[in-house]
């Protein structure tokens, strides 16, 4: 039998089929390739991420921890200056110097935003507020602004080290 002849057709059927083989390993083979090119673009994508997020994170407990201590010391500072006034602004201070309705009545208008409108003969007249009430208020109004300066300084610099992590 071995030395039976193979019928022509069978031998081109054979190269054909072998052919076919050889091409689809090929094309598996490229797609193996292809894949592990996207594989390998996933991992880098997601190592990209976590360096990113490490970072944005270091960004954010940094500007946490030092503006959170900023903003203590405002409030501590202010508190403070609260509990001076009464060595500044003194009892026969109160008595002595008298504030106006005319002085409560721009005061207010100021922190609404809104004109306080024309004045008259009453605006002169006490009202009943000892000075140290104003001086308190004022003191704990500038503490809220120092405090809202020093988070909005804390925002653009946490903003700022964001921006320099994404480049």
Known sequence: MLSAEIPAWLRWAFIAAAAAA???LGKLDG???AGQAHT???I???THAVAVSRAQQHVVVRTE???RDRIKTVYV???EIEKLVPVYVTRDDDRRFGVNAGFVRSYNAAWRGEPAGAADDADREPAGIPLSDVAEADAHNATACHAWREQALGWREFYAG???VMK
Do not use: C, H, P, S
Request: a negative charge; charged letters at 25%.
């Open 65 to 67: 921890i030092e503006y």
């Open 162 to 164: 964001l921006k320099a």
């Open 40 to 42: 390998d673009y996933v």
């Open 31 to 33: 797609a193996m390739q």
């Open 77 to 79: 500072r202010g508190e």
């Open 22 to 24: 050889f091409y689809f």
């Open 44 to 46: 880098a994508q997601a």
